[in-house]
Nanobody
Framework: VQLQASGGGSVQPGGSLRLSCAIS????????IGWFRQAPGKEREGVSYISSSDGTTLYSNSVKGRFTISRDKAKNTVDLQMNSLKPEDTAVYYCASYRHPYLDGAYDSKEFYTYWGQGTLVTVSS
């Protein structure tokens, strides 16, 4: 099982980036997928999640309205479109597979995510 995050880079405030999580070893429909991020000196936090059972999407308050998570079943990928980026969005972004295909009450607890990608760096700076 492997998850590989890509698409990070440097962008000015207000700009956009699209991250992609390529999944191998299981179909993207077998597990819910979450995107997390970790800024220097801070704990890893959840950003966005997508269920594989019913397509439910959830977002942290800090990114709601700016980020959009989506799943491409044909490509077996989960993307994170990030718009209106802010300097505080600067972090290493990780995708991870959840223990269930659906999002239950513990969906935002990183300890219940089994497999993790290697991370991709997003830098928002003028």
């Amino acid at each position: 099982v492997q998850l590989q995050a890509s698409g990070g880079g440097s962008v000015q405030p207000g700009g956009s980036l699209r991250l992609s999580c390529a999944i191998s070893g299981f179909t993207s429909g077998a597990h819910a997928i979450g995107w997390f991020r970790q800024a220097p000196g801070k704990e890893r936090e959840g950003v966005s999640y997508i269920s594989s059972s019913d397509g439910t999407t959830l977002y942290s308050n800090s990114v709601k309205g700016r980020f959009t998570i989506s799943r491409d079943k044909a490509k077996n990928t989960v993307d994170l479109q990030m718009n209106s980026l802010k300097p505080e969005d600067t972090a290493v972004y990780y995708c991870a597979s959840y223990r269930h295909p659906y999002l239950d009450g513990a969906y935002d607890s990183k300890e219940f995510y089994t497999y993790w990608g290697q991370g991709t760096l997003v830098t928002v700076s003028s």
